[in-house]
């Protein structure tokens, strides 16, 4: 069996990533900034914001006193914001770009040295090439950095790590984005499944879903 830290537990892919580790027999923390209803999930939840250093540095020891080495790193933190260029703040910029990007960075290096030697790390992105549209600036970009560092934390580490791209997935994001829900768009449980599937088979790199 396998320990197994997930961030951003408390949105909708996390808590079924939460839930479908749980179920396989693993030992699971999760770790969000809201924690409410985790613990009937995992006994092991830590709360913390991934834009924080100190707490993810907080977090990244706790979570090693609980479940070392780290065998599966799973960051499913995300947040989008729909807002032209000429129109954003750069609060709006920050808060997009902590969540889909900063935040990878700054958990990975608080935990790099609590995983174990042939840990796997999945980073939820998204198919960003399809998202350069009005008004998505900020998300496009920040998914598509994290698909570079995710190769130079592949190259640097040595271990594998595989960046999630779902096309489209049901959950709360939807409600701030003036976009319909595609109908081919995934359930959570879906993503889940399938980073599960990736993780047995040992698959790196891009996982188009």
């Known amino acids: 069996m396998a320990n197994v830290l997930i961030w951003g ?3 909708s892919i996390g808590r079924a990533l939460t839930g479908a580790f749980v179920a396989a027999g693993h030992t699971v ?10 613990d009937s999930l995992t ?3 830590l709360a913390g914001d991934v ?3 100190e707490a993810v540095s907080r977090v990244a020891q706790q979570a090693a006193e609980v479940a070392a080495p780290i ?5 499913a933190v995300g947040d989008i914001l729909s807002a032209r260029v000429a129109e954003m703040d750069l609060e709006g910029w920050r808060r997009i770009l902590d969540a889909n990007l900063t935040g990878v960075f700054l958990t990975a290096q608080a935990l790099l040295p609590h995983l174990a030697p042939k840990a796997h790390l999945f980073l939820l992105g ?5 998202l350069r549209l009005p008004g998505l600036g900020a998300y496009a970009a920040a998914k598509a950095g994290l698909e570079a560092l995710a190769e130079v934390l592949r190259k640097e580490t040595r271990r594998r790590v595989t960046v999630v791209r779902p096309q489209a997935v049901t959950t709360p994001l939807w409600e701030k984005v003036p976009f319909r829900i595609p109908a081919h768009a995934l359930s959570p449980q879906q993503v889940a499944e399938a980073v599960l599937q990736a993780w ?4 790196e790199g891009i996982l188009d879903l």
């Open 29 to 38: 923390v999760a770790v969000a900034r809201r924690t409410e209803g985790l």
């Open 43 to 45: 006994p092991h939840v």
């Open 126 to 130: 998204a198919q960003h090439e399809r």
């Open 51 to 53: 834009a924080d250093p």
């Open 200 to 203: 047995a088979e040992g698959r």
């Open 71 to 75: 065998d599966v790193f799973v960051y």
């Open 9 to 11: 537990a408390s949105g």
